[in-house]
Nanobody
Framework: QVQLVESGGGLVQAGGSLRLSCTAS????????MGWYRQAPGKERELVAE???????IYADSVNSRFTVSRDNAKNTVYLQMNSLRPEDTAVYYC?????????WGQGTQVTVSS
């Protein structure tokens, strides 16, 4: 079974940084598209960043220039480096793996940014 394990969430002050990690098992990571999503209270889940098997990346406008997504295929891990955090970044962040068979989701990790 595909399993995604996330870590790195926590509480930070505005302007601070966090790095989220997501390690996958049960599938061929190197040919999977990996994405980070977040869901704030009262809002829909939204795409934050994504990296394809070819290494290309996309970002939501709200995090562009502040967040960086990267992957280490040797470790089956995708990262989300979050800098210059703002209170509006507060949300549960989810790791998503997409391959030819479908989408798979991690359990989510809470990120809270205080003002």
């Amino acid at each position: 079974q595909v399993q995604l394990v996330e870590s790195g969430g926590g509480l930070v002050q505005a302007g601070g940084s966090l790095r989220l990690s997501c390690t996958a098992s049960g599938t061929i990571f190197s040919i999977s598209t990996m994405g980070w999503y977040r869901q704030a209270p009262g809002k829909e889940r939204e795409l934050v960043a994504e990296t394809t098997s070819g290494g290309s990346t996309i970002y939501a406008d709200s995090v562009n220039s502040r967040f960086t997504v990267s992957r280490d295929n040797a470790k089956n891990t995708v990262y989300l480096q979050m800098n210059s955090l703002r209170p509006e970044d507060t949300a549960v962040y989810y790791c998503r793996l997409r391959n030819r068979f479908g989408n798979y989701w991690g359990q989510g990790t809470q990120v809270t940014v205080s003002s």
